[in-house]
């Protein structure tokens, strides 16, 4: 069957769903320090669970699938958008994290404290803990949500997979 041809304007409305999609993420390595096997275990479960379901739509873009590389310069977390297996950069977009600063601290705490008590803590409060480090991760979702809102749409979930890698990204500051 036929498809017509999009414009590079062409709103996310009017693309099907599978071509709003990121099919390959890069970290860059100079932004990533390796860290503990937990949190090594959570990039690469968040990078295989967003590559395999995601709704991602670049505003003004033509539709994907795209390849995303993140990285941290100079306290900017940057969206480096490129269309699958093209070199040309489609788009840029580059957020402070300024405002992500005591998302992800919160986050680190409690992750620390979940870490700690798996351990040896009864599963009660093991759960207690888990509870509150997802409503964290709720909650810095919802504000990297808000900050790409206008630049690229994110469902919910997408959001929660991206606001992990910027956990991760983190790590080197």
């Known amino acids: 069957m036929h498809t017509p041809a999009r414009s590079p304007s062409a709103s996310a409305a009017e693309a099907p769903v599978a ?14 320090v390796r860290r503990s096997p937990e949190v090594e275990q ?7 669970d967003l590559v395999n379901e995601n709704r991602f739509a670049p505003e003004g873009c033509r539709p994907g699938p795209y390849s995303l590389h993140l990285s941290v310069v100079e306290n900017r977390l ?8 093209d070199s040309e950069r489609l788009k840029q977009v580059a957020l402070s994290l300024s405002p992500f600063r005591t998302v992800v601290k ?3 705490q409690i992750c620390e404290s979940y870490y700690q008590a798996i351990k040896s803590a009864p ?3 093991i759960e207690t803990i888990d509870m509150a480090r997802r409503g964290i991760h709720d909650e ?3 504000l990297l949500r808000q900050r790409l809102q206008g630049k690229i749409e994110v469902d919910f979930a997408t959001a929660r997979r991206l606001f992990t890698l910027v956990c991760v990204l983190h790590l080197k500051g």
């Open 19 to 32: 071509a709003h999609r990121i099919v390959k993420v890069t970290l860059d390595e100079r932004s990533v």
């Open 42 to 48: 959570e990039r690469n479960i968040a990078i295989f």
């Open 78 to 85: 940057v969206f480096d958008i490129h269309l699958d297996g």
């Open 106 to 108: 919160e986050y680190f």
């Open 123 to 125: 599963p009660s409060r």
């Open 140 to 142: 810095g979702s919802e």
